[in-house]
T-cell receptor, first 115, second 113 residues
Framework: AQTVTQSQPEMSVQEAETVTLSCTYDTSESDYYLFWYKQPPSRQMILVIRQEAYKQQNATENRFSVNFQKAAKSFSLKISDSQLGDAAMYFCAYRRMGSARQLTFGSGTQLTVLP | DSGVTQTPKHLITATGQRVTLRCSPRSGDLSVYWYQQSLDQGLQFLIQYYNGEERAKGNILERFSAQQFPDLHSELNLSSLELGDSALYFC????????????FGPGTRLLVL
């Protein structure tokens, strides 16, 4: 079974600074997807960024980028120019290709942005 | 706004009762997924439906059941409720079975007293 590990329960960053959230996963599959979801205090789950395992290029969405290391099974999220609105719980998630396409989530990292 | 709607937003009930949570997927999405978020178990996948048929099951209790109707909305039925069923229940949808991104609804917060 696939597992996703987020070893940082809490992190903080100064406004306008850069922060990196870590995620590792375990799978025997070669093709899969990885995601970062954000859950602000409203509890809504918001997709931040996704990465296809077959793509070597790291995904980027505005101030959000990932460092995908397939051999190391590592998938970190970098947030540049942090804003107060980035404060949220961040979940890393894995989804295999194939018939079972549910998401497997990590335990989350609570990000605090300090003014 | 993801386009996925869930009702009700909040639900308070007593142990032993039965409740129904409703989800309407994004327009055009055929797949619906149900997830449970609790403090002790984190975010867990419960069940997936695609175009009316069950496609995958996760850690769903036998007291829980779901279905997807011809208009593609889905309902999650929780019966013989226990205190431990208190959680946030999310519905997510995607276009098909190969579309990789799931879009989440706002969730239904269930409190069992």
């Amino acid at each position: 079974a696939q597992t996703v590990t987020q070893s940082q329960p809490e992190m903080s960053v100064q406004e306008a600074e850069t922060v990196t959230l870590s995620c590792t996963y375990d799978t025997s599959e070669s093709d899969y997807y990885l995601f970062w979801y954000k859950q602000p205090p409203s509890r809504q789950m918001i997709l931040v960024i996704r990465q296809e395992a077959y793509k070597q290029q790291n995904a980027t969405e505005n101030r959000f980028s990932v460092n995908f290391q397939k051999a190391a099974k590592s998938f970190s999220l970098k947030i540049s120019d942090s804003q107060l609105g980035d404060a949220a719980m961040y979940f890393c998630a894995y989804r295999r290709m194939g018939s079972a396409r549910q998401l497997t989530f990590g335990s989350g990292t609570q990000l605090t942005v300090l003014p | 706004d993801s386009g996925v709607t869930q009702t009700p937003k909040h639900l308070i009930t007593a142990t032993g009762q039965r409740v129904t949570l409703r989800c309407s997927p994004r327009s055009g999405d055929l797949s619906v997924y149900w997830y449970q978020q609790s403090l002790d178990q984190g975010l867990q996948f419960l069940i997936q439906y695609y175009n009316g048929e069950e496609r995958a099951k996760g850690n769903i209790l036998e007291r829980f059941s779901a279905q997807q109707f011809p208009d593609l909305h889905s309902e999650l039925n929780l019966s013989s409720l226990e205190l431990g069923d208190s959680a946030l229940y999310f519905c997510a949808s995607s276009v098909g079975q190969t579309q990789e991104t799931q879009y989440f609804g706002p969730g239904t917060r269930l409190l069992v007293l």
